[in-house]
């Protein structure tokens, strides 16, 4: 089996989340885009190499930033508008329409926290990380009443280190070099959120997102999970 070096996942995370920025002035048609902010609260879930479970990690805050653009997935109002094949289609078709009306999808650029404290045996501990990535979602809006809106979506994120330090002690360890934060990470979960127009372009919303992470490396010493919970507040501007 090949293995490939943490600087070569290091370098295929980054150029990921550059392919990710790059192709977002593609999506400029968007019919909205999202600013976030909030705090991301994250479990460390720490199996050791015997598959025993680690309990002396405790949740840690840190700040969460994301700008995104969100789409509902048939648009029935520029439909109509339309003469082509697929406004024929859904006109015939007016249920299949309406419930994909209800679908919204968004791609967005984060800004993750990602930190942990403890102790083991009197020895306090600390984990402090930067990530940055990329995020999608896809799940059903629904209105409610007078402008308030509710929305649920399965959410997958990608995920690189960019810096991050271990306190141990009174000894500082650089995490770029830890095997099991420094590779590519990809999350996968769900959202909720709660949303009020405020004006017929601008809303304003409240979300919670939980997630965890898949596919995390085994090493010498265990496995690290990493399960953040990010609580934000934000304002929708709609085109």
């Not at 109002?77 to 082509?84: N, Y």
């Not at 990380?129 to 929305?151: C, E, H, M, Q």
Request: glycine fraction near 6%; charged fraction near 15%.
């Amino acid at each position: 089996m090949k293995y490939y070096t943490a600087l070569t996942k290091h370098l295929c995370g980054v150029w990921l989340i550059f392919l990710c920025v790059s192709i977002t002035p593609f999506f400029a048609h968007a019919q909205s885009w999202k600013w976030s902010l909030g705090s991301a609260i994250t479990h460390y879930q720490f199996e050791n190499s015997k598959g025993a479970q680690i309990d002396w990690m405790k949740p840690s805050s840190g700040l969460y930033v994301e700008l995104a653009q969100e789409r509902v997935l048939i648009d029935t109002v520029r439909l109509i508008s339309k003469f082509s094949k697929s406004a024929i289609y859904f006109s015939n078709r007016p249920k299949i329409a309406k419930a994909l009306s209800y679908l919204h999808y968004a791609l967005g650029v984060n800004y993750h926290q990602l930190n942990a404290i403890g102790d083991v045996q009197k020895i306090a501990f600390a984990y402090q990380t930067d990530f940055i990535g990329f995020s999608a979602a896809f799940g059903p809006k629904f209105a409610l009443y007078r402008g308030w809106n509710v929305g649920l979506a399965g959410v997958v994120m990608g995920q690189q280190l960019i810096a991050g330090n271990q306190l141990l002690s009174s000894q500082y360890y650089d995490l770029t070099q830890d095997k099991q934060f420094n590779s590519f990470k990809i999350f996968a979960g769900y959202q909720v959120e709660l949303s009020k127009v405020v004006s017929p372009n601008v809303r304003a919303f409240a979300q919670v997102r939980r997630t965890a992470s898949l596919f995390s490396p085994q090493t010498l010493t265990g496995k690290l999970d990493l399960l953040p919970m990010t609580i934000s507040m934000g304002i929708s501007l709609n085109r």
